[in-house]
């Protein structure tokens, strides 16, 4: 088959390598060049956790995510997965209840008492009434290393075109057709939209109003030199246990140490400018000073606005087919990187008309995800 590919972020880079390693020709086409700096998967780093706390699916689907990224680290021969593990703060039940959840899950886990946080993680003023979750099989995935090592990889294969600066403008999935900006046309027997925070401006209106743009602030730090040896041993923190939902990304492999929290994510009307404004620095500057002893300005390299679109009815991802040769992943939720390889793997699936594979994502299977809107 033929399979054309809009969009060079990870879930169209790893559809595109999925289709690849079946021995099918594909050409992925990107409005900037490949990877786009501007793209939601373009950053230092992404966590990738397998604890999803009350829920045993997404919770199965990361572990199974974790052990593809550590394929796909052999395949492309780099490293890209700081396996620093991840821990979650939570009430005690809720953290018993997950390390529960995880070793049903066949994961590797154990509770941490608030005494045991406190001893072991001195550099952060966690809630003296948590508990939390300290997982193995998790980390920080180096997200650009990621991008750049699909190009790579690819560039390698026979019957892969990258083509750059080239915007698709409409995309007929009956017919598998995409039109360019400049006017060529591309054939394919497949096609598959993976166009990130851009989806609204391709996808038909049903399914672009159907879809709610965020826009999260980015806060980027370098821990002082005295304090490095104390930060050396941090996991990825995807919940602090505060009421306003901070998390962090520890200083892996030469990056910086990342600040947010979901109280700095909020809706916007479209894609504008990636520049964080004074106002929300300030507030997460605010914020981890309660939560990093010794924070301060001097901590600060700068900030960074990312964007993502939800499907508005889940909050969470959304497949769409778009007639008989078409499928988009037209809306990420905000949590797809980690589990990249299984999209990509069930949307691969789809695209050359396979039977599901059932180490791709099952909930991509499933209503409310498979609604054409
Ligand atoms: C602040 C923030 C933090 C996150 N943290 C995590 C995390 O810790 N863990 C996790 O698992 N996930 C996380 N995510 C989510 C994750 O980053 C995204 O789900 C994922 O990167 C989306 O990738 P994508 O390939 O769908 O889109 P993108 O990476 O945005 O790629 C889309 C590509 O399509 C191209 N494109 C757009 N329009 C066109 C067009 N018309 N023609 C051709 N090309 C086009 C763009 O140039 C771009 O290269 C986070 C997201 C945000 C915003």
Redesign the pocket.
């Known amino acids: 088959m033929r399979v054309t590919v809009?969009?060079?972020?990870?879930?169209?880079?790893l559809t595109a390598v999925e289709c690849a390693l079946a021995g099918h020709r594909v050409t992925v086409?990107?409005?900037?060049p490949?990877?786009?700096s501007?793209?939601?998967?373009?950053?230092q780093?992404?966590?990738?956790?397998a604890l999803h706390p009350a829920d045993p699916l997404a919770t199965a689907a990361a572990l199974r995510a974790h052990h593809r990224w550590l394929e796909l680290e052999e395949l492309f021969a780099t490293r890209f997965y700081e396996r620093v593990g991840a821990l979650t703060v939570l009430p005690p039940a809720a953290a018993d209840a997950g390390a529960l959840l995880l070793s049903d899950a066949g994961g590797r886990a154990r509770t941490l008492t608030a005494t045991a946080l406190a001893e072991r993680y001195p550099h952060l003023s966690l809630d003296g009434a948590l508990g939390g979750v300290l997982e193995d099989e998790a980390g920080v995935?180096l997200?650009e290393r990621v991008?750049a090592a699909c190009v790579g990889w690819l560039k390698w294969q026979p019957g892969i075109d990258l083509v750059e600066h080239?915007?698709?403008?409409a995309v007929d999935g009956e017919r598998g057709q995409v039109r360019?900006?400049d006017g060529r046309v591309l054939h394919g027997d497949g096609v598959l939209v993976?166009?990130?925070?851009?989806?609204r401006?391709?996808l038909p209106e049903r399914v672009a109003k159907s879809l709610t743009l965020?826009?999260?602030?980015?806060l980027y730090c370098r821990v002082p030199r005295a304090r490095a040896e104390t930060w050396a041993d941090t996991p990825?923190v995807?919940a602090l246990g505060t009421r306003r939902g901070a998390?962090l990304?520890p200083p892996v492999a030469g990056t910086a140490l990342k600040l947010?929290s979901a109280a700095v994510?909020r809706e916007a009307d479209d894609l504008t400018d990636q520049v964080t404004p004074e106002e929300r620095q300030r507030e997460l500057a605010a914020e981890f000073g309660d939560l990093l002893p010794g924070f301060g300005p001097a901590w600060v390299l700068g900030g960074k606005?990312?964007?993502?679109l939800s499907y508005a009815e889940t909050g969470g991802?959304l497949v769409v087919s778009l007639g008989d040769s078409g499928h988009a992943?037209a809306a990420?939720?905000?949590?797809?990187?980690?589990?990249?390889p299984l999209i990509a793997r069930t949307l691969a699936d789809r695209v050359l008309g396979r039977m599901p594979d059932p180490t791709g994502l099952a909930a991509l299977d499933t209503a409310p995800l498979d609604a054409t809107p």
Do not use: E, N
């Not at 780093?45 to 956790?49: K, S």
């Not at 080239?166 to 403008?169: F, N, Q, S, Y």
């Not at 606005?305 to 993502?308: F, P, Q, T």
């Open positions: 809009v969009g060079g972020g990870v879930i169209a880079l086409v990107d409005q900037g490949i990877p786009y501007r793209a939601t998967s373009f950053d780093h992404r966590i990738i956790r995935l997200a991008l080239r915007p698709a403008v360019l900006a993976a166009v990130g925070p851009w989806a401006r391709l965020y826009r999260q602030s980015l990825a995807p998390w990304i947010s994510c606005d990312c964007y993502y991802p992943y990420c939720g905000g949590t797809s990187f980690k589990f990249a």
